[in-house]
């Protein structure tokens, strides 16, 4: 005659049972977790060679890279509240004159990803040199959004914001200022012009207040609170004919049309 289980040999069985499925799905969930690690371990390294190729776009003016990396959506947000588009931002991308060297560095890039969306921060580092002049340096801190749309990353949006730099206005004979007085097209339909008011070199672009650019050489110039610098450069004749703006890390040429 066969005997009923008890309750405590009943538990036991259960026990067993919940044990033997335990271990049985043990390589299931260990090889779920491989590759969750593996697929962020690949994500993480893309949005790192991505962002790298986005600040060599600005270097190199290349356009094309710039488009593929950046979301028809994106805007992007500096330490003055102002907004860009993307298109206002690609127009900006083009590469600096032979006359000077610069390199954009990545530093401290940290990324952290959620899902389909990731948030990418670090520090940009600038070094610029013109010929037979000392080095410029500067850094800007940013925080970039991305997000993975039909598996590509694309960045949305950008917050930037340059660190301080402890700069010492020179005196200067005003005279000098002639020669700088004119307008520069920094991109189609936006023109700096700069005039000469008493002592004093001011800059106005184009639909925003005008501003006064202090010197801290002969051909470098800064604005109070914002780490720009523009640079005022001469043709083989001695003549101005060009005037370089760096900020943000990007290198703008604007060529003196007035």
């Not at 900006?92 to 990803?113: E, G, M, Y």
């Amino acid at each position: 005659m066969r005997q009923t289980p008890s309750n405590v040999e009943m538990k036991i069985m259960r026990l067993v049972v919940a044990g033997l499925l335990s271990f049985a799905l043990v390589p299931v969930g260990f090889g779920q977790m491989v590759q969750k690690l593996a697929q962020a371990i690949q994500d993480e390294q893309a949005l790192r060679r991505l962002e790298d190729q986005w600040l060599g776009s600005y270097r190199r003016g290349d356009k094309p890279t710039f488009d593929r990396i950046v979301a028809d959506s994106f805007t992007g947000t500096d330490e003055s509240a102002k907004v860009r588009s993307k298109a206002q931002e690609r127009e900006l991308i083009q590469a600096p004159p032979a006359s000077i060297k610069t390199s954009l560095t990545n530093k401290d890039v940290r990324v952290r990803i959620y899902g389909d969306a990731a948030i990418v921060t670090g520090r940009i580092v600038v070094k610029t040199q013109l010929s037979g002049q000392a080095e410029i340096s500067f850094q800007s801190r940013f925080t970039d959004t991305f997000l993975r749309r039909q598996e590509r990353w694309q960045v949305v949006a950008r917050h930037y914001s340059r660190l301080p730099l402890e700069r010492t206005v020179v005196k200067l004979d005003p005279k000098i200022y002639d020669e700088y007085v004119g307008q520069y097209e920094v991109a189609p339909n936006f023109v700096l012009t700069v005039t000469k008011e008493s002592e004093k070199l001011m800059g106005q672009a184009t639909g925003q207040p005008k501003f006064e650019l202090l010197a801290e050489s002969e051909i470098g110039f800064f604005i109070k609170d914002i780490s720009a610098l523009f640079i005022f450069m001469r043709d083989g004749k001695g003549d101005v004919n060009q005037l370089i703006t760096i900020q943000d890390g990007r290198i703008i040429s604007a060529k003196r049309i007035k």
